[in-house]
C-alpha cells in the first residue's frame, strides 16, 4: 500500500542532499514549507560547453562515447545514477537535479565541429548516457534533433536510449539513419504496472506508451531493443517473463538488464522515497538490495556493479536466460555500418 503523507506530488526525489563540492547547506526537511515546495517551477539554464563528447572507459558499458544534451532531467526517476553528477555543477542531486535542467544549447555545433575532423574514426555514440534526450523540453528545443540531422549528415553511427515517445517525432532522420546501420534504439521499460511508473517516474511515458513507441519503431525498420533498467528486487524484479514476452511481440530484437545500486546521494534519496511510499516493504526492499551488493546499497566494482552477486541477483540472471531463449533466440540487431563516415567526412574521396 503506498502512503500519500506528507509527499511532495509530482517529484521523487523528497530532499536535497547537500552537494560535497560547495559550502551550501540545504533544507533537509522541504515539507515543512510544502505549500511553498510545491509551486517550484522547472528552471532552464543555458550552458555553453567546449567539448560534448563523453569518452567512456568503463568495461560496464558497451559504448565508447556519449552526448547528453541535458544535464539534470524531468523525467525525476528516483533511483537514477545520473543524479550524482548533478553536484559537480553546484547543484544537489535531489530535487534540484529535477528542477534545475541545464541545456546545452550549442551541442550540435559542437558535435560537428568533432567528428567532421580528420582524426576522427566512426564510433559508435550513445545518446542520453546521462540524463534522457528526449525528456519533455525537447519537445520545444529540439537540441536532440539538431545532434541526429549532424550524425545524419556525416553518415555516423549513433545508439540512443530513453523513457519517452517523443522519439517517434524524428522518425523521418531514424529511418534514414536505420537503412544504412547508422542507428540502434533502446526503450527503457522498468515496470508494466502503471501505479507503480507513476511513483517512480513520474514524468515518464507511461508503459503502454512505450510498448507503441517500440512497436512503431519496429513497423518503421528502425533496430530497436529494450532496457529493463534498473531491475529493483522487491519491486519489478517478479516482471522479468512478461515483460520479455510483451517487447519482444512488439518487436524488440533483444532484452537486457542492469541491477539497482544506489551509489552517492542516490542511496539517501531512494531510501527517503521508498519509505514514503512503501513503508509496509521498506526494510524488505532495502535488505534485498543489499544481497545483491555485499550488504551495502552502493557497489562501485567493475563486473559486478550492473549485475549484482548472491541468491537473488542470480535467480534475476537465470530469469534473462530464459527470456533470451524463449522470446529472442532467432532475434539478433545488426551491427553498425562504421565506413560510411569516412567517405561523408571527406567529400573528396567520392571522386575516386
Not at 139 to 162: A, C, D, N
Not at 279 to 286: E, F, R, T, V, Y
Not at 303 to 324: C, E, P, S, Y
Request: include cysteine; charge should be positive; proline fraction near 5%.
Amino acid at each position: 500500500m503506498i502512503s500519500e503523507l506528507n509527499i511532495i506530488k509530482g517529484r521523487r526525489a523528497q530532499i536535497n542532499p547537500t552537494s560535497p563540492f560547495d559550502n551550501f547547506v540545504y533544507d533537509q526537511n522541504p515539507l515543512k514549507n510544502l505549500e511553498e515546495v510545491e509551486k517550484l517551477r522547472i528552471e532552464f539554464l543555458d550552458v555553453y560547453p567546449k567539448t560534448m563528447l563523453n569518452h567512456v572507459k568503463s568495461p560496464d558499458v558497451p559504448f565508447d562515447y556519449s552526448i547528453n544534451p541535458y544535464q539534470g532531467c524531468e523525467h525525476g526517476c528516483v533511483y537514477c545514477y545520473a543524479r550524482n553528477t548533478h553536484p559537480y555543477w553546484g547543484y544537489s542531486a535531489g530535487m534540484d537535479f529535477e528542477q534545475k535542467i541545464m541545456v546545452k544549447q550549442n551541442a550540435a555545433k559542437i558535435l560537428e565541429h568533432k567528428i567532421k575532423h580528420q582524426n576522427w574514426k566512426a564510433a559508435p555514440i550513445m545518446l542520453s548516457g546521462n540524463s534522457d534526450c528526449y525528456q519533455p523540453i525537447e519537445k520545444k528545443l529540439e537540441i536532440t534533433r539538431s545532434i541526429l540531422e549532424v550524425l545524419w549528415k556525416y553518415r555516423h553511427p549513433v545508439g540512443i536510449i530513453t523513457k519517452n515517445s517523443l522519439i517517434l517525432r524524428d522518425l523521418d532522420i531514424l529511418k534514414k539513419m536505420a537503412s544504412h546501420n547508422l542507428v540502434h534504439v533502446a526503450i527503457s521499460i522498468t515496470t508494466l504496472n502503471e501505479e507503480l511508473r507513476q511513483v517512480m517516474e513520474p514524468r515518464t511515458s507511461s508503459a503502454m506508451n512505450r510498448l507503441s513507441t517500440l512497436k512503431k519503431l519496429a513497423d518503421n525498420g528502425i533496430p530497436s531493443t529494450v532496457m529493463m533498467a534498473p531491475i529493483i528486487p522487491g519491486l519489478n524484479d517478479h516482471e522479468v517473463i512478461k515483460m520479455g514476452k510483451w517487447v519482444s511481440a512488439m518487436g524488440a530484437l533483444s532484452m537486457n538488464y542492469t541491477l539497482v545500486r544506489l551509489n552517492g546521494d542516490v542511496g539517501k534519496i531512494f531510501e527517503n522515497w521508498v519509505r514514503k511510499h512503501f513503508p509496509h516493504k521498506a526494510d524488505k526492499i532495502l535488505n534485498k538490495i543489499k544481497d545483491c551488493h555485499s550488504g551495502e546499497l552502493n557497489d562501485h566494482r567493475f563486473k559486478t556493479r550492473m549485475r549484482g552477486q548472491g541468491r537473488i541477483a542470480d535467480i534475476i540472471k537465470m530469469q534473462f536466460a530464459l527470456v533470451k531463449k524463449k522470446f529472442f533466440e532467432s532475434k539478433s540487431v545488426p551491427s553498425y555500418n562504421l565506413d560510411l563516415h569516412a567517405e561523408f567526412k571527406n567529400p573528396q574521396l567520392k571522386l575516386f
